[in-house]
């Protein structure tokens, strides 16, 4: 068998926490890639797996950080959600546990925000969740609508330490009603397929770069893209050889891609 050396980069897609930027800050390198991206003219999309906040807020977050990016470059949880709905049943209804990014998404899906009688429950982050709404999700599923989370994380970040997050009060409603739900987010490949088909691109010539093995890395490889792991995030080296997988290529930040694109 040949080798014909490494295969083209043409698309790139990045997570954003842990990679571009953490805590609001960017992460040295973040702003020089995302303008390599855009001046070379490289399809690319910023990913994030949390479903709180809408584009156009997300957009407004990074450049307050100094990173310029275009809201249709930005990928979240909410709208690959929208999108897996779209897909199932255009146009159906759904009661939603979440912040502007879902309830946004959605709307402009096409969908119908109800609590009565939905063909889905939609679960997402929230700063402050209402046990009262978790209450109507766990009745709502027990008569029948489908279970559907943004993504599978079990805390998120904060300033005073960890929050509970969309994993952890969808095992209490599955505590509840003995049903799991589908997960949309990111370690799901559909996460990474519906990003390839938001800009066109081909997963033997798209890079995923993350900072998470267990998420970004390994969705990656199920999505048949290579893979580069940056050491900038919450993973460390000695972190990689516990896993059963291996990133393509292992580099300190983005700052190390800036000449690649």
Do not use: C
Not at 192 to 212: C, F, K, P, Q, Y
Request: aromatic share 6%; no cysteine; proline share 5%.
């Amino acid at each position: 068998m040949t080798h014909h050396g490494p295969r083209e980069i043409r698309s790139w897609l990045s997570d954003m926490d842990g990679v571009l930027v953490h805590e609001g800050t960017a992460l040295p390198g973040a702003a020089e890639f995302v303008k390599a991206l855009r001046d070379g003219d490289r399809p690319f999309l910023i990913l994030t797996n949390n479903s709180i906040f809408t584009t156009r807020d997300l957009r407004a977050r990074l450049a307050a950080s100094g990173i310029d990016v275009p809201e249709d470059a930005i990928w979240t949880s909410a709208l690959a959600t929208a999108q897996f709905l779209t897909d199932q049943m255009p146009g159906g209804s759904a009661y939603v546990i979440g912040e502007a990014g879902l309830t946004t998404a959605l709307y402009e899906a096409g969908y119908t925000l109800t609590a009565a009688q939905p063909d889905f429950v939609v679960l997402g982050e929230t700063r402050t969740y209402s046990f009262e709404a978790i209450t109507q999700a766990i009745r709502l599923i027990q008569a029948g609508a489908r279970f559907i989370a943004t993504n599978p994380d079990v805390t998120g970040p904060s300033a005073d330490g960890d929050l509970p997050a969309t994993g952890a009060v969808a095992a209490m409603i599955s505590a509840a009603t003995g049903r799991q739900p589908y997960f949309v987010g990111k370690p799901n490949p559909m996460m990474i397929r519906s990003a390839l088909n938001r800009i066109d691109a081909h997963s033997e010539t798209t890079v995923m770069v993350g900072d998470r093995m267990d998420t970004d890395v390994v969705a990656g490889i199920e999505a048949g893209l290579r893979t580069f792991l940056v050491l900038s995030g919450s993973t460390r080296l000695a972190d990689v050889e516990r896993f059963p997988f291996r990133p393509t290529e292992i580099l300190d930040s983005v700052q190390d891609l800036v000449g690649r694109v």
